[in-house]
């Protein structure tokens, strides 16, 4: 989910409340806050501290939060672990260690972190494998991670091909990884239904989470005008980021009035 923020980049815990308000009415199955897409990296600690408490303290159980706690020092993750679990996280997702485009981990110093961050955890994590960090995680090592680990139980794929890693990875870890997630905003919820079956979910930062809940998804072959259409991650105004194309705008707009998501009449 996004972190909300004022015009002055101040957070609008308001408006955070409401997101949250707006999940549980489009009967989302679960929030994760803190994450890339919702700018971590623009938060200062006492930012990430008010982005938890303001979240976790409002869902109130309606709706399970999985919290994002990524660092390079596995002493910090930990700490933000261990934090995210006191205030009621339902769950934990963690990117295997990096600093830059350069600074990586090997794969015995990525299980060791992951042991050192999860030692004692009661709540599940999630491992987040993302296109921002050079320390790769092939399958092997992910699958490692769920035998070895047994808090981690689901993984964030979001790199190129895939379904086919997931389909890899579903072969691999067996039942010691029973959630595997694709994390594009759906984009490749068809290819990877299939290989993963009922272990698959999709985590991604969309404002219309209700449309996704039509099982199981037409099949490409009957893909609608849609199909072919240029992808659009959502992302909001803030900070160096730029605003929407009017032609990007414009094409989202008309691909949302025909599909009608609570999102267009909710507020």
């Not at 990430?48 to 990524?70: F, K, M, N, Y």
């Not at 261990?82 to 110093?109: S, W």
């Not at 870890?173 to 990877?192: C, R």
Request: overall charge negative; hydrophobic content about 40%.
């Amino acid at each position: 989910m996004p972190t909300v923020f004022n015009e002055d980049e101040e957070l609008d815990l308001h408006g955070q409340r409401r997101v949250i308000d707006f999940l549980v009415d489009a009967k989302a199955d679960g929030a994760c806050v803190l994450a890339n897409y919702s700018e971590q990296f623009s938060l200062t600690d006492e930012e990430r501290d008010q982005v938890l408490r303001t979240t976790l303290e409002h869902a109130a159980g309606r709706i399970p939060v999985c919290v994002t706690t990524s660092h390079y020092s596995a002493r910090i993750a930990r700490q933000r672990t261990l934090a995210a679990q006191r205030e009621g996280a339902a769950m934990a997702m963690l990117m295997a260690p990096f600093f830059g485009t350069t600074v990586r981990v090997d794969e015995d110093g990525v299980v060791e972190y992951f042991k050192r961050v999860t030692d004692g955890l009661a709540i599940d994590l999630m491992s987040q494998d993302a296109p921002m960090s050079p320390t790769p995680l092939p399958v092997g090592l992910l699958a490692r991670l769920a035998a070895e680990i047994p808090q981690v139980r689901y993984v964030k794929i979001e790199m190129p091909q895939t379904a086919d890693k997931l389909r890899a990875l579903a072969a691999a870890a067996g039942g010691a990884l029973p959630g595997l997630f694709d994390g594009e905003e759906a984009i490749t919820l068809i290819p990877t239904w299939k290989p993963a079956r009922e272990r698959r979910g999709r985590l991604g930062g969309d404002p219309a989470p209700d449309p996704l809940r039509e099982p199981p998804m037409r099949p490409p072959r009957h893909q609608g005008p849609d199909e072919g259409r240029p992808h659009h991650q959502q992302r909001q105004d803030q900070g160096p980021l730029g605003g929407l194309h009017p032609d990007t705008r414009a094409q989202l707009l008309e691909i949302a009035k025909r599909k009608d998501p609570l999102i267009l009449h909710w507020a």
